[in-house]
Every structure is written in C-alpha cells, then in structure tokens.
C-alpha cells in the first residue's frame, strides 16, 4: 500500500487520511468517501484528466469504484468507461462508428482463459491434443485481430493488453503440466502472442495480469463470487488488481523519476570506508555482501535503462577512488555517476548542485541512503525528492528497489540508454571544464548537424519538442502542429530544424528555431528557440542559431527580436541571448525582450561539420 | 468491542442511511439501492471486514440486517447480547 501513499502526497490531510482508511479497509462505503472528498479538490490539485476504457470478459462492474480511486490516486481525474461485458471486439467496432471525440486516452482489455478459451480447462473433453492446440491458435489471432481492429478504429490510443493468468480453479494440475498442448502450455502460447503484439506494434503494451495473479497467489481470488456474479476478485484481490492497473497506466500521465543519488557506506557496501579501510568491506558473493552486490547490479541495471546515478557521499574522495579502483567485487564504475559529490557537505545541498549541472528538476530525483538522518533532511530540505528506502537495513533497500514504481515507463528507447553520456557531457561542461580540454572532448564526439527547413517531413517531431522541452526553451510555447503550419505559412518566415549525427549514430532532430516576421519593417521575431535535454552543452545552439542569422541576412532582415519567459525550468537559459550578443530592451514581467539592431553574420562553432546546407545559397 | 456495533455501522454506511435507521428496516425489500450489484459488493465488503467465507446457502440469503447477523454468527462471529453465540 506504500505506492498509493507515495503517489498521493501532495494530497491535503484530510483527503489522505480518507485515502488511507479507505485502502485499509477495503470496505466499499469509504472507498467512496475518498472518491467524493477527492472530487472536492480544485482540478490542478487532482491531476491531469485520463479516460480510461475497459474492456473486460469477467465483470468488473462490483470493483468499479476500487478502480476508479486507485486511478484518481495516481493522481488523476480519471473516468473509467466500461463496455458491455465480454464483447470486445464489438464495443470496439461500434465506439469507432460512433463519435471519434469520445475516443478515451487509454484503452484497456482485460481477458481470461475461463471466457476465452474454457476448453483448456477440460482437455480430454476438448479434443486435446490437436483440436486444443488449434482452439490456441485461433485465440492467438484472435489477440492480433483485437489490436489491428484497435489500431485500424482509434489509432495513436494506447492499448493495454492484459496477459491472461493462469485459472485458480481447475483439476489435475500434475497432468495439465506434461504437454505441449496441455492447459500450462496453453496459457504460455497465448501469452507469449501478448507478449510478442506489443513488441512488434507501437502503442501496444502489456497489463502482465498473469504475472499480477501469480505474484498474488490463490488469495486474489473468490469462487463463490465468480460463481454468483461473474466476478472473479476476492476483497483482497480487488485493491491489488486495481493498484496494479493504475501502477501499469501510470506512465502514460507521470514522467518516471530521471536520476537516482545514492549514497556509497553501508548502501552500495558494508562498511564505511573511512574506519574500516577497503580491506573491511563488505561485497561479495559471500553473506551479508551479496546483498550490497544486489543492490550494485539493480542500481546498474537502472544507469543501463536510462536513469542517471549521482553519488553523494560523506567521504574523502581520495578513500573513495581506492574502493572504485582496488576493490575487486565493485560492479559499479566511476564513470558510472553522471555526477559524483564526495565531500563533507550537507546532501541536499549538493543534490542541489547536482540538479542544477543536470539541469533537472529537483522532482527527477529518487533518493537512496541507509542513514535516517540524511533521508530525513533530504526529506526536510527538498519535499520534492522521493525517498526510496525507510530503514537502514539492506535488504530493505534492496526491496525498495524492488518495489518502487519511481522508474517505471513502458518503453526504453535507444535515447534511453543514451542518456547517461549525454547528461555526463552536460554536467562536465557545467562544472566548468577547463575550454580547451571541453573543445578537445566536443571534436572527439565527431558531431555532423544538418540544417532542415521545418515541414511535413519532420513536424511530427518538431511538434513533440515543443510539447516536451522544457530546460533549453527560450518561450516554452507549446504549439499544436496547425499553430507550426500557420507559422510556415508567414511570408519571410524562417523555421529550421537541426539534425545531428556523432560518432554514436544519428541522435535525430535536436534542436529548432521558429521565427516569424513582426510588425515592423524587416524585422523578424524569434518566437521559439529550443534545444533537445539530451544535447545539451554541445554549443547545438550556436549552429542553429548561426544558420538562423545566415539566413535572416539573405532574406534582407534588417532587425532580429526575441524574448525569454522565464519558468521554473528554463534558467539554464536566462542569459543566452546576452550571450548571442542581443541588447535587452525591456524585462516585462517574466519576460525579458531582447533586440539585434544589425545582422552580422555568426561562426558556427568550429567542433560541428556542416552537413549538406539546406540553408544558404 | 461490542461486535454487533460493526455490522450495523458498516451496513448504514454501505447503503448510505442515517445513522438513526432500525436494523429491521435494512432489508433488501425496502432498499432499491440493495440491488444484485451491491449484493456482490456487500459480500465483498462483509467477507473482508469479517474474515469469513460465507457458503452458497448463506449467499442467497444475505437480504437483512437479520439475516446477515445470523449467517456471521453461524461463521463463528461473536455478537455480543447473542443467544446463539459459538466459536
């Protein structure tokens, strides 16, 4: 029940408590209650609005409101929308006939063996093997037709696909194990063609009901109910199955936690390096240091899926070096931490610094230490930091890793496990390396931009940036694609987009720059500048805005405006355009206007090759 | 804690009935909020705040506060004042 209590904290008191004892009890009045006090907060304290569609071969209409509150605990204005019961394939066909604005922002199928495929339940009465296993393969493209039927009526909504969990209530388990085609293996086949839909097809993912039910065990389950109502969830099973539903939807609505600091003595070893020597800790395959050797492979795991480490250690650094360089079970590097703060300092503080060479908002952070002091300050100093461990004990921390949603997402992309060495070069620059060393660096990287007019060919990107980018953002102006079109419409407007390739591939489109004509005579207003997090600190911005003025000065601009609006994200950004040489006019609120009387042309920085300039002649 | 004080609060609170309602009127008969839907809900709601497992006689007849009280009895819950306490 923690991840409920974690996921609601910036809930008022009295809606928490109303929570709590609703999740206690389970019992169906106060799970309303909470329902109504939750609906009494103003919108922006419940969260963004997220309809949810279920689709269902058992009865879900009893846990209804068990749903909805795990999903408004999320938090989120959720509606649930139920369809008929066990008619899926036709709800589906029917909602796309019917008025494409109700379309829900995610949609869920929940199935099970006992509705769609009861034969497996009695084999030797269902022509097992060969008609079983045909019966198998027609479920099999049954789970495809859903998805193309789904993809072909609500395209771009997310589909939940639930795995199907093995039934509760059947006979001869022994036998149901010892053939290929006997109820066991049925139950994989179809799952496995779960399994293999979402990987193959965007916008498919899996809600692992199977997984769900057998990390339960038999107690989620309640036959007389199933019996009497076609419901098939004991009171038990009820608030788990609901809780798993919002936890596997709730990607979809929260960006995961991006970094993880963590803390070195009695968490990632045993022992505190400054009194028991390298000699004295524990790591290992032995007990008590397998356990932090656990705890190293999980927190390696999350650096390899994209989350970002940062050490932050009470420590002399030189002690610290050693451990990294002589103790033979550290899976851990060095190079492993983005950013590494060994010192005496408080560390909230150097969280801090750290969150700021990032550029990342303290809400990104996940936290890991064995001390409660520290957790508690942490705590004190910076509420926004979630807490992942209570007790000093490892294996507690260990299970927190375990447990905690904090950085759970649907999909790793290959920018994913790329993230690491990009904010590693973005927190190198920060901190001030020395110039010519970080140019050295910025060449190695072999970077090759390409400067592309915005159009049809990349707007679908363009349009995801400007809803995303939120640090490298001059105006953090979300403009849907109609607002880009009708900008690429002005006559003498300019609108480019930087491609960049680096030794380690093509990174795609990073960075974009709108500009459009202004009132005046020849004067053109930049109304978005904005550059990809990942590829930060690469001077990404000198090129495109180098490209920018090249051109402005073809098209005869005699005066360049712009503007910073300041947010609680973008102060990354608050002087560039001091930078760029630009004079302020006037600061207007929390927007500082900015001018550029004559256009002369700027160099593209030197460690960038042109590619194929678009721009230009 | 006097037993029979928790079926009946949790009874007003499930069908949403002032706190001064006479047990006796907690009948399936005179709720139309006690429909087939909250019939699967209560047994839920009962099974849990009670840790019994009611059998399939005892489902068809969970109408009333009555009946309800002696079916946990029957469970094996103690009610205080009861005649027909066990367990």
Same mark, same amino acid.
């Given at each position: 029940?923690?991840?409920?209590?974690q996921?609601?904290?910036?809930?008022?008191?009295?809606?928490?408590?109303?929570?709590?004892?609703?999740?206690?009890?389970?019992?169906?009045?106060?799970?309303?209650?909470?329902?109504?006090?939750?609906?009494?907060?103003?919108?922006?304290q419940?969260?963004?609005v997220?309809?949810?569609?279920?689709?269902?071969?058992?009865?879900?209409?009893?846990?209804?409101?068990v749903?909805?509150?795990?999903?408004n605990?999320?938090p989120?204005?959720?509606?649930?929308?139920?369809?008929?019961?066990?008619?899926?394939e036709?709800?589906?066909?029917?909602?796309?006939?019917?008025?494409s604005?109700?379309?829900p922002?995610?949609?869920?199928v929940?199935?099970?063996?006992?509705?769609?495929?009861?034969?497996?339940l009695?084999?030797?009465?269902?022509?097992f093997?060969?008609?079983?296993?045909?019966?198998?393969?027609?479920?099999?493209?049954?789970v495809?037709?859903?998805?193309?039927?789904?993809?072909?009526?609500?395209?771009?909504?997310?589909?939940?696909?639930?795995?199907?969990?093995?039934?509760?209530?059947?006979?001869?388990?022994?036998?149901?194990?010892?053939h290929?085609?006997g109820?066991?293996?049925?139950?994989?086949?179809?799952n496995?063609?779960?399994?293999?839909?979402?990987?193959?097809?965007?916008?498919?993912?899996?809600?692992?009901?199977?997984?769900?039910?057998?990390?339960?065990?038999?107690?989620?389950a309640?036959?007389?109910?199933?019996?009497?109502?076609r419901?098939?969830?004991?009171?038990?099973?009820?608030?788990?199955?609901?809780?798993?539903i919002?936890?596997?939807l709730?990607?979809?609505?929260?960006?995961?936690?991006k970094?993880?600091?963590?803390?070195?003595?009695?968490?990632l070893w045993?022992?505190?390096?400054?009194?028991?020597g390298?000699?004295?800790?524990?790591?290992?395959?032995?007990?008590p240091?397998?356990?932090?050797?656990r705890?190293?492979?999980?927190?390696?795991e999350?650096?390899?899926?994209?989350?970002?480490?940062v050490?932050?250690?009470?420590?002399?650094?030189?002690d610290?070096?050693?451990?990294?360089?002589s103790?033979?079970?550290m899976?851990l590097?060095?190079?492993?931490?983005?950013?590494?703060?060994?010192?005496?300092?408080?560390?909230h503080?150097?969280?801090?610094?750290?969150?700021?060479?990032?550029?990342?908002?303290?809400?990104?952070f996940?936290?890991?230490?064995d001390?409660?002091?520290?957790?508690?300050?942490?705590?004190?100093?910076?509420?926004?930091?979630?807490?992942?461990?209570?007790?000093?004990?490892?294996?507690h921390?260990?299970?927190?890793?375990?447990?905690?949603d904090a950085?759970?997402?649907?999909?790793?992309?290959?920018?994913?496990?790329?993230?690491?060495?990009?904010?590693?070069?973005?927190a190198?620059?920060?901190?001030?390396?020395?110039?010519?060393?970080?140019?050295?660096?910025?060449?190695s990287?072999?970077?090759?931009?390409?400067i592309?007019?915005?159009?049809?060919?990349?707007?679908?990107?363009?349009?995801?940036?400007?809803?995303?980018t939120?640090q490298?953002?001059?105006?953090t102006?979300?403009?849907?694609?109609?607002?880009?079109?009708?900008?690429?419409?002005?006559?003498?407007?300019i609108?480019l987009?930087?491609?960049?390739?680096?030794?380690?591939g093509?990174?795609?489109?990073?960075?974009?720059?709108?500009a459009i004509?202004?009132?005046?005579?020849?004067?053109?207003?930049?109304?978005?500048?904005?550059?990809?997090c990942?590829?930060?600190?690469?001077?990404?911005?000198?090129?495109?805005?180098?490209a920018?003025?090249?051109?402005?000065?073809?098209?005869s601009?005699?005066?360049?405006?712009?503007?910073?609006?300041?947010?609680?994200?973008?102060?990354?950004?608050?002087?560039?355009?001091?930078?760029?040489?630009?004079?302020?006019?006037?600061?207007?609120?929390?927007?500082?206007?900015?001018v550029?009387?004559?256009?002369?042309?700027?160099?593209?920085?030197?460690?960038?090759?042109?590619?194929?300039?678009?721009?230009?002649? | 804690m006097?037993?029979? !004080?928790? /079926?009946?609060?949790?009874? &007003?609170?499930?069908?949403?009935l002032? *706190?001064?309602?006479?047990?006796? %009127? @907690?009948?399936?008969?005179?709720?139309?909020?006690? !429909?087939? /839907?909250a019939?699967?809900q &209560?047994?839920?709601?009962?099974?849990? *705040?009670?840790?019994?497992?009611? %059998? @399939?006689?005892?489902?068809?007849?969970?109408?009333?506060?009555?009946e309800?009280?002696?079916?946990l009895?029957?469970?094996?819950?103690?009610?205080?004042?009861?005649?027909?306490?066990?367990?």
């Amino acid at each position: 029940m923690n991840l409920i209590h974690q996921w609601t904290g910036s809930f008022p008191d009295l809606q928490q408590a109303a929570i709590r004892q609703a999740v206690e009890s389970a019992s169906l009045a106060k799970i309303r209650r909470a329902l109504r006090l939750l609906q009494e907060l103003a919108p922006e304290q419940r969260g963004p609005v997220l309809n949810v569609e279920i689709l269902s071969t058992f009865n879900l209409e009893p846990i209804l409101p068990v749903l909805q509150l795990t999903l408004n605990c999320l938090p989120s204005r959720a509606e649930l929308r139920l369809a008929p019961l066990d008619n899926i394939e036709g709800y589906i066909s029917q909602s796309a006939s019917a008025d494409s604005q109700k379309l829900p922002d995610a949609r869920v199928v929940i199935w099970r063996l006992e509705e769609v495929l009861p034969e497996a339940l009695y084999p030797f009465s269902s022509g097992f093997p060969k008609q079983l296993a045909a019966r198998v393969d027609q479920v099999m493209a049954r789970v495809e037709g859903v998805v193309s039927l789904h993809q072909r009526t609500a395209h771009g909504i997310p589909l939940f696909l639930s795995t199907m969990a093995l039934p509760v209530n059947f006979a001869n388990p022994v036998s149901a194990a010892q053939h290929c085609a006997g109820l066991f293996a049925s139950v994989s086949r179809v799952n496995q063609k779960i399994y293999e839909v979402a990987t193959a097809r965007d916008g498919i993912y899996v809600l692992d009901l199977a997984s769900w039910a057998a990390f339960e065990g038999r107690v989620h389950a309640d036959a007389i109910v199933d019996f009497l109502a076609r419901q098939p969830l004991s009171a038990k099973g009820q608030l788990g199955f609901a809780l798993f539903i919002a936890r596997c939807l709730r990607p979809l609505i929260t960006p995961r936690r991006k970094v993880l600091a963590i803390d070195l003595d009695n968490t990632l070893w045993g022992g505190v390096v400054g009194e028991d020597g390298v000699a004295g800790l524990k790591l290992g395959h032995e007990f008590p240091g397998n356990v932090h050797l656990r705890i190293q492979r999980e927190v390696l795991e999350l650096r390899n899926r994209g989350v970002l480490l940062v050490l932050l250690s009470k420590n002399n650094e030189a002690d610290v070096r050693e451990v990294f360089d002589s103790l033979p079970d550290m899976l851990l590097k060095w190079e492993d931490f983005a950013v590494r703060k060994i010192d005496w300092n408080h560390k909230h503080e150097n969280l801090r610094d750290a969150a700021r060479e990032l550029g990342l908002g303290l809400d990104s952070f996940a936290f890991l230490d064995d001390s409660d002091y520290e957790r508690e300050q942490m705590h004190q100093f910076i509420p926004e930091v979630l807490i992942l461990n209570e007790t000093p004990d490892p294996l507690h921390t260990l299970r927190s890793l375990w447990e905690t949603d904090a950085f759970d997402s649907l999909a790793v992309t290959d920018e994913d496990r790329q993230r690491h060495r990009d904010y590693s070069i973005r927190a190198a620059r920060d901190v001030g390396a020395h110039r010519d060393d970080l140019e050295a660096f910025l060449k190695s990287l072999e970077m090759e931009a390409t400067i592309e007019e915005i159009g049809s060919s990349n707007m679908e990107r363009v349009v995801a940036m400007l809803g995303k980018t939120n640090q490298f953002n001059l105006t953090t102006r979300r403009h849907s694609r109609a607002q880009v079109q009708s900008m690429l419409e002005l006559s003498g407007s300019i609108a480019l987009a930087l491609r960049l390739r680096d030794k380690f591939g093509d990174q795609g489109i990073v960075a974009l720059l709108l500009a459009i004509p202004s009132g005046e005579d020849a004067t053109l207003l930049v109304d978005s500048f904005l550059v990809s997090c990942r590829a930060l600190g690469r001077g990404l911005e000198d090129a495109l805005w180098a490209a920018m003025v090249g051109r402005a000065s073809q098209q005869s601009v005699r005066r360049l405006e712009a503007e910073y609006i300041s947010t609680a994200k973008n102060g990354i950004v608050a002087d560039l355009y001091d930078r760029l040489g630009l004079r302020r006019i006037q600061p207007d609120g929390g927007s500082t206007r900015y001018v550029l009387e004559q256009i002369i042309p700027v160099t593209f920085p030197s460690w960038i090759a042109l590619e194929g300039q678009t721009y230009g002649h | 804690m006097d037993t029979e !004080d928790r /079926l009946l609060p949790l009874l &007003l609170d499930f069908f949403e009935l002032p *706190a001064d309602t006479p047990p006796e %009127d @907690i009948r399936q008969q005179l709720l139309p909020a006690w !429909d087939s /839907l909250a019939t699967v809900q &209560l047994i839920t709601d009962l099974e849990r *705040a009670f840790s019994v497992n009611f %059998d @399939i006689d005892e489902i068809t007849r969970l109408r009333s506060y009555r009946e309800i009280r002696d079916a946990l009895i029957r469970q094996g819950v103690r009610f205080d004042n009861s005649a027909d306490q066990r367990g």
